[in-house]
Antibody, heavy 121, light 107 residues
Framework: QVQLVESGGGVVQPGGALRLSCAASGFTFSSYGMHWVRQAPGRGLEWVAF????????NSADSVKGRFTISRDNSENTLYLQMTSLRLEDTAMYYCAKSSEAAVAGHFEYWGQGTLVTVSS | EIVLTQSPATLSLSPGERATLSCRTS??????LAWYQRKPGQAPRLLIYQAFNRATGIPARFSGSGSGTDFTLTISSLEPEDFAVYYCQQRSNWPITFGQGTRLEIK
C-alpha cells in the first residue's frame, strides 16, 4: 500500500532554515508528481509546491516562492522541501501528497501524516 | 488565483440524514475539482476527483456533481464516522487552491 512518511519538522527561529523529507513506498515513485501542502493552526489547507515525476518542472505558491525549494531523489524514493528565510506565518503542519498524474498537478491521491514546523523566537 | 467558496461553513445534522455541501469557484475549473475529508489527527483523504469520480475505497453514499463553477458533495445517509471537515480543491489553474472548508458536525 502507498506510504508517505514525512520528517524533518521542528522549532526554528524566524529567518532560519529547515529541510523536510518525505519517504515514499508502495508505488513507483519516479512515475508520479508530488506535492507539499500545509495547514497552519486554525486555518485551512494551502498548497505549497509541486514537482513533476522526473523533476524537470516545479511550481510553488507565491507565499513561498524564492524561499522554499521542492526537489526529489528518485533513486531514494524521497521528496524534499528546503525552507529558508522562515517566517512566523510558515508555522504549520506540512504534508507530502502523491499526485494522480506524472507531469501535471493532478489531485492529491494519497497523503502522509505530516510533520510540524514551528517558527518562533 | 481561483477562489473557492464553500457553504455552509458549518452543517449540523444527525446520523442517517442527507448532507449537501457546496463549492463555488470564482472562474470555471471545468471538472477539475476534488473533495477531501479531514478528521482531527488524521491526514486528509481523497473522496471525489474530477467532480464526480469516487476515489478507491470510498463508500457509495458519497457522490459529487457539478461542473464549471458550481459543485456539490452529497452524503446520502450520514454515518457517525462522516462527521469531519470537508474541503474542495481545484487543479484547473496554478496555483492550486482549496476552499476554506465545511465542518460537518453532529446535531
Amino acid at each position: 500500500q502507498v506510504q508517505l512518511v514525512e520528517s524533518g519538522g521542528g522549532v526554528v527561529q524566524p529567518g532560519g532554515a529547515l529541510r523536510l523529507s518525505c519517504a515514499a513506498s508502495g508505488f513507483t515513485f519516479s512515475s508520479y508528481g508530488m506535492h507539499w501542502v500545509r495547514q497552519a493552526p486554525g486555518r485551512g489547507l494551502e498548497w505549497v509546491a509541486f514537482i513533476r515525476d522526473d523533476g524537470s518542472y516545479k511550481n510553488s505558491a507565491d507565499s513561498v516562492k524564492g524561499r522554499f525549494t521542492i526537489s526529489r531523489d528518485n533513486s531514494e524514493n524521497t521528496l524534499y522541501l528546503q525552507m529558508t528565510s522562515l517566517r512566523l506565518e510558515d508555522t504549520a503542519m506540512y504534508y507530502c501528497a502523491k499526485s494522480s498524474e506524472a507531469a501535471v498537478a493532478g489531485h492529491f491521491e494519497y497523503w502522509g501524516q505530516g510533520t510540524l514546523v514551528t517558527v518562533s523566537s | 488565483e481561483i477562489v473557492l467558496t464553500q457553504s455552509p461553513a458549518t452543517l449540523s445534522l444527525s446520523p442517517g440524514e442527507r448532507a449537501t455541501l457546496s463549492c463555488r469557484t470564482s472562474q470555471s475549473v471545468g471538472n477539475y475539482l476534488a473533495w477531501y475529508q479531514r478528521k482531527p489527527g488524521q491526514a486528509p483523504r481523497l473522496l471525489i476527483y474530477q467532480a464526480f469520480n469516487r476515489a478507491t475505497g470510498i463508500p457509495a453514499r458519497f457522490s459529487g456533481s457539478g461542473s464549471g463553477t458550481d459543485f456539490t458533495l452529497t452524503i446520502s445517509s450520514l454515518e457517525p464516522e462522516d462527521f469531519a471537515v470537508y474541503y474542495c480543491q481545484q487543479r484547473s489553474n496554478w496555483p492550486i487552491t482549496f476552499g476554506q472548508g465545511t465542518r460537518l458536525e453532529i446535531k
